[in-house]
């Protein structure tokens, strides 16, 4: 069973009104625990988009991708499908920052959808948000609408360090450079957008990954994402099954 951080799950829906307070002039340790928020009540989310992977002297790949859960104050749980055949479960305990990630249909020969267009599931989670912070840099403005706070974080299992920008605002994290111990120049690069208010709740619409050679790109679409209060006794149809092959 490997081993992920699910941030890009516990952020990805967030109570507005925790949003709301301004959390800019928090401490360092402080502002990095409100980025790696949990919801203090159970929420849920429902998103379906569209994947496009970019290779240099490849053709350009798409495919549909879904991503739901539930969050939990104590527990996340979680799905990813991409182009409807190819699946994973996952499942975080409250503060741990590592998830469960377990295939719904492992293939025999290894294959993976997820491996081909570039994306590594702590990619998609978020996970370097719990990386201890070597230290808070100068503030920046990025897209030149966003003021951020800007850290730089150690994360010793990967021998790399994070360049991440966090909303002063909503202490949500924007981009992140991924930098492999003595180098200078980042060989990977996150960028989340698009945040999205629905029902009293935030979540993000955009998600880039890029590396030399190659970019990947998800969008959900707003028109069917469906966010909200999780209901015990009649809860919403957040995991899907697979298609056949």
């Known amino acids: 069973m490997k081993k992920f951080g699910l941030l890009f799950v516990t952020a990805l829906t967030m109570i507005a009104g925790a949003a709301g307070q301004k959390p800019a002039d ?4 402080e502002f990095l ?8 009540v159970a929420t849920y989310a429902m998103l379906d988009g569209t994947l496009q992977h970019r290779r240099r002297g490849k053709d350009a790949v798409t495919m ?18 991409l182009d409807g055949d190819e699946g994973y479960m996952l499942s975080q305990a409250k503060g741990s920052g590592v998830t469960s990630m377990v295939p719904m249909n ?7 959808k997820l491996d081909a267009v570039g994306v590594r599931a702590d990619d998609l989670v978020l996970s370097f948000l719990f990386c201890p912070p070597l230290k808070e840099l100068e503030p920046e403005t990025i897209r030149g609408l966003v003021p951020c706070r800007v850290f730089l974080l150690d994360n010793k299992e ?16 924007f981009r992140a450079e991924f930098i ?9 690069d996150l960028e989340a957008g698009a945040l999205t208010k629905k029902n009293d709740l935030y979540y993000i619409r955009r998600v880039q990954l890029s ?3 190659w970019m990947t790109k998800i969008d959900f679409d707003e028109r069917y994402a469906a966010v909200g209060l999780h209901d015990e006794k009649s809860p919403a149809p957040v995991f899907r099954k697979l298609n056949k092959r």
């Open 26 to 29: 928090l401490p360092m340790q």
């Open 180 to 188: 492999k111990y003595g180098e200078k120049e980042p060989y990977r």
């Open 158 to 173: 990967k021998k790399e360090t994070v360049k991440v920008w966090i909303s002063r605002e909503h202490a949500f994290p």
């Open 106 to 112: 492992p293939q025999k020969d290894g294959s993976s």
């Open 33 to 40: 625990l409100r980025a790696r928020r949990s919801n203090a």
């Open 211 to 213: 590396g030399p050679g």
């Open 64 to 81: 549909p991708v879904y991503f739901g859960m539930i969050i939990h104050p104590d527990r996340t749980f979680g799905q990813l499908i």
